[in-house]
DNA sequence: TTTGGTTATCCGGCTATCCGAATAAGCAGA
DNA sequence: TCTGCTTATTCGGATAGCCGGATAACCAAA
């Protein structure tokens, strides 16, 4: 068998990814890398309604993409695993090299 | 602002990450990793009609993650960019941990 | 040119996801 | 406890994604 991983891990695997899959979302986990950030903070940062942000953050949660810690009034939303972002540019990394590529073999 | 990726360059990502959001895909990559196959060696690998696959490898192919080859009869696919996988390992690596993390937090 | 192995596409139908307005729920300060 | 700021959830409806059987398209060998 050529597919070592389990069946378990592929499945968070893909929901993962899913949860990666939407722009807002992918912006969200920048704002939240540059620093943590209350909802209203990330609505007003993105010019997006705050329930789309709430419900986008509900999914990061579930996923736990992102960690929330009330602090008075607000609650504060932040990165639970910093190294997400490493992938995350890795990733852009490799997608920005087949830019490149495919833009040189068009010529 | 906080948010330095382009737009353009965001939706890519989004269109990428979209791509690995789906088991089946996922388990391709992986046997492409293993070595290029054609498309009903994959399906059989799988376990999974070959209408099923095709579509699959379609989406990838239109995203770039995999090329395709004709080779008498048959179509060989192989992985246009391997480091995806490293990209993948990454990514299960950070999961494996916060898993671990999550068990200890219970206990 | 016919045959048979291989791959891509079409089809109908189901499920999942996304959206923003509206509303409910939580909580701190007066 | 009432007020007002903040966040979560509900709602209806639109869009997108996934599935596998059936069929079409492709191509090499006879």
Redesign the pocket.
């Known amino acids: 068998m050529t597919i070592p991983q389990s069946e378990e891990l592929n499945l968070l695997h893909v929901?993962i990814c899913?949860?990666l899959?939407?722009?807002?979302?992918l912006q969200i986990l920048y704002a939240l890398h540059d620093k943590p950030?209350?909802?209203?903070?990330?609505?007003k940062l993105l010019d997006?309604?705050?329930?789309?942000?709430?419900?986008?953050?509900?999914?990061l949660?579930q996923r736990s993409l992102v960690t929330?810690k009330?602090?008075?009034?607000?609650?504060?939303?932040s990165l639970s695993y910093p190294r997400i972002i490493t992938v995350l540019d890795m990733m852009r990394e490799v997608l920005r090299e087949a830019l490149e590529q495919q833009s040189q073999a068009v010529q």
């Open positions: 929901h899913q949860a899959s939407d722009p807002t979302r950030r209350n909802v209203t903070a990330i609505a997006t309604p705050q329930s789309t942000i709430s419900r986008h953050l509900a999914v949660r929330s009330r602090d008075g009034m607000a609650v504060n939303y």
